[in-house]
């Protein structure tokens, strides 16, 4: 009789196993989380580790500055990019949109390029869905609410950083953007420092027009809805000038032709870096400094 309960035990705990969706039990959420489309795949994953990883150096931290970092407790960070996505696909409860996240790519079986705290597989490539660091998707729910539930990512600073997917649509109707915006703002945890950055110019003239209208509609955007994140232009007239028509800052073919002119190469998010340094790190102060609002001040909505 005592074997059988046991047994009975034992089996009503794998059924409740198999029952549950895969949680994140032994899951430690980074301090620095970043957020971001293909180029971070491409390109900026390595050079956004890095920068975040010595925020001390690179921002040439002064005491206060130093003392503010602290807030950050280990600083672990976590860089993701999944190919394809924008800010409405992190925010979409269903359909298309949130299929770029959760729908397993049919071809590569993959759609995220990560780095850091977070990829301790050592793979550099990774499905969203897969593994008990990218359990973003469940259903009525978007990837944004998802991961930052109760018991799962909780950073203490966030960077998202997009554009490219959302270039005509951002670039057409500055409303739009104000839409995007305030979608983003509504799931995002009241009292997380933010800091959105928009990416790094492509290689050819068409491309970059476009994205600095999108860009311009964007920054306006952030502005009339009076968003708690810190809005940092990605592209600006030194970004500009460094990387477009530059062939040795894009992947090339065989002939020495730009194969890929959206996603600048991994020399060039260096360089991108350097230029951006003073913008991302008044952003980061702005965030987590002495002077940044209070918790109580964030989750004040007068909406």
Known sequence: MRRLFRTKALLG???????????????????????????????????????????????????????????????????????SSSIHS?????????????????KWRVNAGTYGFINMSGNKYVQIGKGKEYQFCAPKKSAFEHMFRDDYYDPKLLLLSFLGNSAKRWAESEEAAIADVEKMMAQLPKGMPCVFMTTA????????????????????????????????????????????GNTSYFRL????????????????????FALEMGGICNAIFDQIGSNAPSIDQLMYDPR
Not at 253 to 272: I, T
Request: aromatic share 8%; with cysteine; charged share 25%.
């Open 253 to 272: 073919n065989k002939n020495g032709r730009v194969k890929d002119p959206y996603h600048p190469n991994e020399r060039a998010a260096k360089n991108f």
């Open 201 to 244: 110019p492509a290689y050819s003239k068409k491309i970059v027009d476009l994205r600095l209208r999108a860009q311009k509609n964007l920054n306006t955007a952030f502005a009339k809805t009076g968003s708690r994140c810190s809005f940092v232009p990605g592209a600006t007239p030194q970004t500009v000038l460094a990387n477009q």
């Open 90 to 106: 992190w925010t979409a409860r269903s359909g298309r949109s949130k299929d770029t996240i959760c729908k397993e790519d049919k």
């Open 13 to 83: 705990a794998l059924l409740l196993s198999l029952s549950t969706p895969l949680q994140a039990a032994d899951f430690v959420s980074p301090e620095i989380l970043i957020l971001g489309d293909s180029q971070i795949s491409f390109g900026s994953g390595p050079a956004f580790l890095e920068f975040f990883t010595d925020i001390k150096t690179h921002c040439n931290a002064n005491k206060q500055q130093r003392h503010d970092l602290k807030k950050l407790g280990k600083m672990r960070v976590g860089v993701i990019g999944v190919r």
